[in-house]
């Protein structure tokens, strides 16, 4: 079955630096992937998706990149802030969404 | 969170209790799901439903039903609580299995302590 996961279960960056968030997936019957941040008691929110048919996605400071030759995908946040911190997931979505363990990001000032 | 809305929110419930949680959405999605999240962990997902009627399992279905006999209503029941149900619950629709990430709607969460 589909599994996804993260490298690492944390993140420390200074403010300003930008920050890389890995995500493997087993799975390859993904029709895209997603990325989710979420805070503290509070529920997931959509971050930037990616069809399993491209390669990069940019959005506003995030960009999406995804290695279907390694089945795997990162995250990258420009000029981190301290509102940045949180909890980050990559999903995989077909007819169900699966998601991974999640990095915990902390953004120092 | 607009259009999909979950009752309670918060819940105690004693060992061997039963009670449903609630998952109404108004976007007339056909796709909708229950997940649970606890500490240090990603959303797992318990059972979802592909539409009015239907329902499967997901990967930690034991000890949760499901029923989605409106369309715009996901129940989730647990029939005899356990401690081990003990966590925060996250209801999602979708219009679509292809409908994009953006348009995936989450709750707000419902937090259920069983003692």
């Known amino acids: 079955g589909e599994s996804v996961g993260l490298h690492l279960p944390t993140l420390s960056v200074q403010e300003g630096d930008n920050s890389i968030i890995n995500c493997a997936y087993s799975?390859?019957?993904?029709?895209?992937f997603i990325w989710y941040k979420q805070e503290s008691g509070k529920g997931p929110q959509f971050i930037i998706d990616?069809?399993?048919?491209?390669d990069k996605r940019q959005g506003q400071r995030v960009t999406v990149l995804l290695n279907k030759t390694v089945k795997h995908l990162s995250l990258q946040i420009a000029a981190t802030q301290p509102g940045d911190s949180a909890v980050y997931f990559c999903?995989?979505?077909?007819?169900?969404?699966?998601f991974g363990k999640g990095t915990l990001l902390t953004v120092n000032p | 969170n607009a259009g999909v809305t979950q009752t309670p929110k918060f819940r105690v419930l004693k060992t061997g209790q039963s009670m449903t949680l609630l998952c109404a959405q108004d976007?007339?999605?056909?796709?909708m799901y229950w997940y649970r999240q606890d500490p240090g962990m990603g959303l797992r997902l318990i059972h979802y439903?592909?539409?009015?009627?239907?329902?499967a399992k997901g990967e930690v279905p034991d000890g949760y039903n499901v029923s989605r006999l409106k369309k715009q209503n996901f129940l989730l029941g647990l029939e005899s609580a356990a401690p081990s149900q003990t966590s925060v619950y996250f209801c999602?629709?979708?219009?679509?299995?292809?409908?994009?990430?953006?348009?995936?709607?989450f709750g707000e969460g419902s937090w259920l302590t069983v003692v």
């Open positions: 999602a629709s979708r219009e679509s299995r292809t409908a994009s990430g953006n348009t995936i709607y």
């Open positions: 990616i069809r399993s048919n491209m």
């Open positions: 799975n390859s019957a993904s029709d895209y």
């Open positions: 999903a995989g979505s077909n007819y169900k969404l699966t």
């Open positions: 976007m007339n999605h056909e796709y």
């Open positions: 439903s592909v539409g009015e009627g239907t329902t």
